[in-house]
């Protein structure tokens, strides 16, 4: 089984800070996926990387797919209290004719106002 | 308005007794799946089905079972629920044959086994 260990776990900070969340794995994805979950709601699709070194941005976030595809980061800038939730990274394998999703283990990111 | 409903949204049971959590999308989506989160642990895949018919196992099987009879409902089995089947629950479904499309989700449902 594939692991996706994501970093920090917990992350807690001021609002109009700037923070970084890893999504580190020993394995290469096909694609990578970042999904927001705030509470009592099911994750919803940020965005997907498909091309190693692809850099997307999203209003006031950055993702990037490192170039060996294992990796990805997604970064803040000036986090606002909306941002609140818990992120999670998701690699997709391709392989055998069978595609597979695995989740990241998740940071669950406070922004204090 | 396009989603996946998944009823109950919270449950408490005993150990052994039966229960079916039901998940329903109107998206006419083929991919349909069951994960289960668990603090530390991550979304982690029970049962998936490509369509109609065909279910598979995930990352976590044991101790449930599914259904596809239709292309919009895809229960989910505990036929004698334990306790370390305590959990949150979501189902999913993408309307791409693999899983490069997104994937909406439901909004979860809290199971309890005493």
């Known amino acids: 089984t594939q692991l996706l260990e994501q970093s920090p776990q917990f992350l807690s900070i001021q609002e109009g800070e700037n923070l970084t969340v890893y999504c580190n794995s020993s394995s290469v994805f096909s694609s990578l996926q970042w999904y927001r979950q705030e509470p009592g709601e099911g994750p919803v699709l940020l965005v997907t990387?498909?091309?190693?070194?692809e850099v997307k941005k999203l209003k006031r976030l950055t993702f990037q797919f490192g170039d060996a595809r294992k990796d990805s980061s997604l970064h803040i800038t000036a986090a606002q209290p909306g941002d609140t939730g818990l992120y999670l990274c998701?690699?997709?394998?391709?392989?055998?004719?069978?595609?597979?999703?695995?989740f990241g283990t998740g940071t669950r990111l406070t922004i204090i106002p | 308005e396009a989603q996946v409903t998944q009823n109950p949204r919270y449950l408490i049971t005993v150990t052994g007794k039966k229960l079916t959590v039901t998940c329903s999308q109107n998206m006419n989506h083929e991919y349909m799946s069951w994960y289960r989160q668990d603090p530390g642990l991550g979304l982690r895949q029970i049962y998936y089905?490509?369509?109609?018919?065909?279910?598979d196992k995930g990352d976590v099987p044991e101790g449930y079972k599914v259904s596809r009879k239709e292309k919009r409902n895809f229960p989910l089995i505990l036929e004698s629920p334990s306790p370390n089947q305590t959990s949150l629950y979501f189902c999913?479904?993408?309307?791409?044959?693999?899983?490069?499309?997104?994937?909406?989700f439901g909004e979860g449902s809290r199971l309890t086994v005493l």
């Open positions: 089905s490509m369509n109609v018919e065909v279910t």
């Open positions: 999913a479904s993408s309307g791409l044959a693999g899983l490069t499309g997104e994937l909406f």
């Open positions: 998701a690699g997709v394998d391709v392989g055998f004719g069978n595609e597979k999703l695995t």
């Open positions: 990387v498909v091309t190693g070194g």
